[in-house]
């Protein structure tokens, strides 16, 4: 049985959000139940010169959108990076999860052989579609969703690994 494209990255995204905003929500029953500003965790950051929880979150929902887009040869929805609230970074991920479930399979027939550009910082890199999944668009995403987990965690949410892997 030959795997898609669609598969890889589609079917691999949308449950890996879903359970983003399940983290989430553990974030903010954290917050409550400890009676902190849930805000302490939208900021946090584990050196200073890393992102914070919230753009690893708009990351994340950048690389899966904006991935598929391209593996679909379709422009991406863009998104204001505004987010300032644990609910306005589940409206992203949710934003995000209907944007994906939104592009049809057969949108990525052949998108193996796809040339996709990704524009970074003063350059753009190009290869197909095959490597840019898996070489670029995966990496980055589980980069992004690994950060947001360890940031959490640091800050005392109760977490483990089941609830990344969603088991």
């Known amino acids: 049985m030959k795997i898609s494209m669609y598969t890889m990255s589609v079917e691999t995204f ?51 959108k904006n991935g598929s887009a391209r593996l679909a040869g379709q422009e991406a929805p863009r998104f204001e990076d505004k987010e300032a609230t644990l609910e306005e970074l589940r409206a992203r991920i949710a934003r995000t999860i209907e944007y994906l479930k939104s592009v049809v399979a057969s949108a990525f027939d052949g998108s193996e052989d796809r040339d996709i550009k990704i524009p970074v910082r003063d350059r753009t890199l190009e290869m197909k579609g095959l490597p840019y999944l898996q070489t670029w668009a995966l990496p980055n995403f589980y980069f992004h969703l690994v950060a947001t987990y360890a940031l ?15 088991i």
């Open 152 to 166: 959490l965690r640091h800050n005392g949410v109760e977490i483990g690994k089941g609830d990344f892997l969603g």
């Open 14 to 64: 949308v449950p890996a959000l879903t359970r983003l905003s399940t983290l989430l929500d553990k974030g903010l029953a954290h917050a409550t139940a400890k009676k902190f500003d849930p805000s302490v965790l939208v900021n946090a950051r584990l050196a200073p010169d890393m992102f914070p929880l919230s753009r690893q979150i708009q990351i994340a929902c950048d690389v899966a």
